[in-house]
């Protein structure tokens, strides 16, 4: 069965830093780009981050660069996602989502997780 679960969502006030967490199962995570897609309320789902399948390239949505950083485990299959100087804006549920072809495609990403939240009080 193929599983990916988040977690290290919490609340925390602007400025502050999480690490969110992506451990992934079911599939051969070496094979598969993973990305970071959050959702806050009342907008769509956005993408965030991406570790390319062969580890060596990632990507980041312009609002997040210099402020998170994707960063994976294989001997684990495990994603990551530390996320510094957190704004407000940044409020929203976190998914990780796996691909063996798209890495920040919303259409193209094969699995998906069910989302930890993450809230940045002002």
């Known amino acids: 069965e193929v599983q990916l679960v988040e977690s290290g969502g919490d609340l925390v006030q602007a400025g502050g830093s999480l690490r969110l967490s992506c451990a992934a199962s079911?599939?051969?995570?070496?094979?598969?780009?993973i990305g970071w897609f959050r959702q806050a309320p009342g907008k769509e789902r956005e993408g965030v981050s991406c570790?390319?399948?062969?580890?060596?390239?990632?990507y980041y949505t312009d609002s997040v660069k210099g402020r998170f950083t994707i960063s994976s485990d294989n001997a684990r299959n495990m994603v990551y996602l530390q996320m510094n100087n957190l704004k407000p804006e940044d409020t929203a549920v976190y998914y990780c989502?796996?691909?063996?072809?798209?890495?920040?495609?919303?259409?193209?990403?094969?699995?998906w997780g069910k989302g930890t939240v993450v809230t940045v009080s002002s």
């Open positions: 989502a796996a691909s063996l072809v798209a890495c920040l495609d919303l259409n193209g990403m094969d699995y």
């Open positions: 079911g599939f051969t995570f070496d094979d598969y780009a």
């Open positions: 570790i390319r399948s062969s580890r060596d390239a990632t």
